[in-house]
DNA sequence: AGTGTATCCTGCAGGC
DNA sequence: TGCCTGCAGGATACAC
């Protein structure tokens, strides 16, 4: 569910709310969440600072005291939500998953309806060798076309696969990997490699503008996504193909189409995306 | 190297 | 109302 910047808007949310905090203690509720024991989880955080919040692809990335990072990948219906007074919370929180109690009251309380989230502390080292695994941010000002391009062209597999696989670029999900095809004009089969130089410079452009357009509307939420303050993001009206199948295509008015492979939903519009470049 | 499939889990919409 | 199927912003592991 939350791509990138559904993650950089909770991540901006959140960052102000729980810095400076002090992990006084760990309620488990679900420790399949856990990369780890229960009991390790609340060793490695007890008693810690939040010194910064950020984020890596899809990943929320809390920096603690005593190097060490707390890392969080929110699944499909992950949430990280703020809670000022013990008291008063659970309102958001309907299916909480971990609750991280600071010092002089209020909470972090993870909630997760699927529970496909992932909570994982670790030493900053640990975490740096697991970052390097992860390919370029795409806002990044080293994310360049011609890097796209170099990188699609190793690769056989379909364009939308090729931008989902969190090894190549971090951070893009179903949406955004069909919105930026649709604005490229390139078909989410195209084998990556079949994608000339401009193919590639036009869903480097895309890719970026719908990212930035997205964090501007605070996300796109569809069923669960809510941001660290429980509001929906706005983008979703602003959507040109994803979820839309036989609906017009904005730019053409050809139905779009829906197609699965990969076990999930690929949406295009056959006119503007032939599948033959 | 790539693809198809299954798995984790819950909730919702739609058909009957 | 209930029961069924299919579907969902993700990630991983497996066999072929």
Same mark, same amino acid.
């Given at each position: 569910?939350?791509?990138?910047?559904?993650?950089?808007?909770?991540?901006?949310?959140?960052?102000?709310?729980?810095?400076?905090?002090?992990?006084?203690?760990?309620?488990?509720?679900?420790?399949?969440?856990? +990369?780890?024991? +229960?009991?390790?989880?609340?060793?490695?955080?007890?008693?810690?600072?939040?010194?910064?919040?950020?984020?890596?692809?899809?990943?929320?990335?809390?920096?603690?005291?005593?190097?060490?990072?707390?890392?969080?990948?929110?699944?499909?219906?992950?949430?990280?939500?703020?809670?000022?007074?013990?008291?008063?919370?659970?309102?958001?929180?309907?299916?909480?998953?971990?609750?991280?109690?600071?010092?002089?009251?209020? +909470?972090?309380?993870?909630?997760?309806?699927?529970?496909?989230?992932?909570?994982?502390?670790?030493?900053?080292?640990?975490?740096?060798?697991?970052?390097?695994?992860?390919?370029?941010?795409?806002?990044?000002?080293?994310?360049?076309?011609?890097?796209?391009?170099?990188?699609?062209?190793?690769?056989?597999?379909?364009?939308?696969?090729?931008?989902?696989?969190?090894?190549?670029?971090?951070?893009?999900?179903?949406?955004?990997?069909?919105?930026?095809?649709?604005?490229?004009?390139?078909?989410?089969?195209?084998?990556?490699?079949?994608?000339?130089?401009?193919?590639?410079?036009?869903? /480097?452009?895309?890719?970026?503008?719908?990212?930035?357009?997205?964090?501007?509307?605070?996300?796109?939420?569809? /069923?669960?996504?809510?941001?660290?303050?429980?509001?929906?993001?706005?983008?979703?009206?602003?959507?040109?193909?994803?979820?839309?199948?036989?609906?017009?295509?904005?730019?053409?008015?050809?139905?779009?189409?829906?197609?699965?492979?990969?076990?999930?939903?690929?949406?295009?519009?056959? +006119?503007?995306?032939?599948?033959?470049?």
């Amino acid at each position: 569910m939350p791509e990138l910047p559904e993650v950089e808007t909770i991540v901006r949310g959140l960052r102000p709310r729980i810095v400076g905090r002090v992990v006084e203690e760990v309620e488990v509720v679900h420790d399949d969440v856990l +990369a780890s024991p +229960a009991a390790d989880f609340r060793a490695c955080l007890g008693g810690r600072t939040v010194q910064d919040v950020g984020r890596r692809g899809k990943n929320v990335v809390a920096r603690l005291s005593g190097d060490t990072v707390l890392r969080v990948n929110l699944g499909m219906t992950g949430r990280l939500l703020p809670v000022e007074e013990h008291a008063e919370l659970s309102e958001e929180a309907t299916h909480p998953a971990v609750r991280l109690l600071f010092r002089n009251g209020g +909470a972090l309380v993870y909630d997760d309806t699927r529970r496909f989230g992932l909570l994982e502390c670790l030493s900053s080292e640990a975490w740096e060798r697991k970052a390097a695994e992860l390919g370029p941010e795409p806002l990044s000002p080293t994310f360049t076309a011609r890097r796209l391009h170099e990188g699609l062209a190793r690769s056989r597999s379909p364009a939308r696969s090729w931008l989902l696989d969190q090894r190549r670029v971090a951070g893009v999900g179903n949406i955004y990997a069909n919105e930026a095809l649709h604005g490229a004009r390139v078909h989410p089969r195209r084998p990556a490699e079949s994608l000339s130089r401009d193919d590639a410079a036009r869903l /480097h452009r895309a890719l970026r503008s719908v990212l930035r357009r997205a964090i501007e509307a605070r996300g796109t939420t569809l /069923h669960d996504y809510r941001d660290s303050e429980g509001d929906r993001g706005a983008f979703a009206r602003s959507l040109e193909v994803y979820g839309r199948e036989g609906e017009p295509c904005l730019r053409c008015e050809t139905p779009v189409e829906r197609l699965v492979f990969g076990s999930r939903s690929a949406f295009l519009c056959p +006119a503007c995306q032939p599948e033959a470049p």
